[in-house]
């Protein structure tokens, strides 16, 4: 089959220098003979403008050059269409693309595109809305906003904030519901995922699959901060059990378990961000898998 890739370009994601960019892309895909078109992103968010010119142009491969936020909005879009999806990580955290071991370099995430092969991939929804990656309530999500906030981008910028935040960091009261077990605790922050990290190659979920099926949920309840930083080094370390739904220790300083679908009541409206993009919280969140919601494209 001949293949024709619409390529999407965040012109303003993380720090890279997008023309360079967009010369590369250009040069490797006329090399490897496969035909082409190029596209801007759109601030909006809504690339349903796309979708006839997927049609009219048979497009069979999507590639988006940006981070995560606009990775979620063109495969939330366009995941019914009939394409596949590639990924050139550009942005701040990339935790999708780390994820499937998809590198930042351009050349080498343009040869996976051309040589690699696409699987059917997990996505979930909070309240009904889309996520391909993470999402979180409380610490993360209050960094998210204020590097949101930022014109400086890039990992110096993230990692001050973190530092930052992490200073003054308070906990949010939850309740959590799920395959009828129910329990209320204190957290600094909540993790919802389908990816195994935040971004930058920072594991949070060490045992989380694109493609098993299930959210990995992260829970980092009230501490003292030393005990914080330890169990959080833990963590992201894999030294912390996955625990079973009907067996969770409320108790534990790390809760971790896998599930479906869960439900968070969040009554102090701690903030969220989903992949990594602030959004507007609420009182109460509904998170549910989409089993093999779009091909992505892995080496």
């Known amino acids: 089959m ?21 010369q590369v892309i250009e040069e490797a895909t006329k090399a490897a003979a496969i035909t082409y078109s190029i596209y801007p ?16 142009e048979h497009v069979t491969d999507v590639v988006i050059a940006g981070g995560d936020g606009t990775l979620n909005a063109v495969v939330n879009e366009l995941r019914n269409e009939p394409v596949q999806f590639g990924i ?29 092969n696409s699987r059917l991939t997990d996505a979930f929804t909070i309240n009904g809305r889309f ?33 930052s935040h992490f200073i003054t960091a308070t906990t949010h009261p ?7 077990e129910k329990f209320h605790t204190d957290a600094y922050f909540i993790c919802i995922a389908n990816s195994n990290q935040f971004g930058n190659h920072f594991t949070i979920a060490p045992q989380a699959s694109l493609t098993d099926g299930l959210l990995d949920i992260v829970i980092v309840t009230k501490q003292n901060k030393l005990s ?37 009541l969040n009554p102090g409206l701690a903030p969220l961000h989903i992949d990594g993009e602030p959004v507007e919280t609420g009182e109460e969140f509904s998170f549910t898998v989409l089993k093999q919601a779009f091909k992505l494209i892995y080496p």
């Open 2 to 22: 001949n293949r024709h890739i619409l390529y999407i370009i965040n012109p303003i994601s993380g720090t890279s220098d997008k023309g360079k960019v967009k």
């Open 41 to 56: 992103s759109v601030a909006s968010g809504d690339y349903s403008f796309l979708k006839p010119v997927i049609h009219e």
């Open 88 to 116: 050139i990580p550009l942005g701040s955290g990339n935790g999708l693309a780390f994820s499937a071991e998809i590198p930042k370099n351009v050349t080498a995430a343009l040869e996976i595109i051309f040589k690699g």
């Open 131 to 163: 996520a391909c990656m993470l999402c979180g309530l409380g610490f993360d999500a209050e960094v998210a906003h204020d590097f949101a906030h930022d014109p400086n981008r890039g990992l110096t910028t993230y990692i001050k904030k973190t530092i």
């Open 174 to 180: 939850f309740e959590i519901e799920t395959e009828g």
């Open 228 to 264: 914080l930083l330890l169990q959080v080094l833990r963590q992201v370390t894999g030294y912390v059990d996955l625990q079973e739904v009907k067996v969770i220790n409320k108790e534990a300083a790390v809760v971790y378990f896998q599930t479906e679908k869960v439900k968070v």
